[in-house]
């Protein structure tokens, strides 16, 4: 199995630019396709960004859409969640997920592997 690490997560402020990364290791990231999710206080896990296995593809959530950028680098083991033009609503525990299938997908259940999360909080 996938042991996934995520980092990157700190205050910043609103308008702000944050690259969170996911490293893997145990097996090789390219055997997944990948996903970010996000868990505000007191709401339920959402979905926000997904890539599949090769990284042709990409999937957002319409709330991130035009502002986060999903990435891997299959070389480096690690995926990327490029996040711009943050938002005080984007303030959450950002969770990195593994999935073994070709394609992404935006549901949490999809998923077979999870990291830990890093903690982004924005600013007004």
Do not use: H
Not at 88 to 107: H, I, K, Q, T
Request: hydrophobic share 35%.
């Amino acid at each position: 199995q996938v042991q996934l690490v995520e980092s990157g997560g700190r205050l910043v402020q609103a308008g702000d630019s944050l690259r969170l990364s996911c490293a893997a290791s145990g097996r090789t990231v390219s055997m997944y396709s990948m996903g970010w999710f996000r868990q505000a206080p007191g709401m339920e896990r959402e979905f926000a960004a997904a890539i599949d296995r090769g990284g042709a593809s990409t999937y957002y959530a319409d709330s991130v859409k035009g502002r986060f950028t999903i990435s891997r680098d299959n070389a480096k083991n690690t995926v990327y969640l490029q996040m711009n033009s943050l938002k005080p609503e984007d303030r959450a525990v950002y969770y990195c997920a593994a999935r073994s299938n070709l394609w992404g997908s935006s549901s949490a259940y999809a998923y077979d592997y999870w990291g830990q999360g890093t903690q982004v909080t924005v600013s007004s």
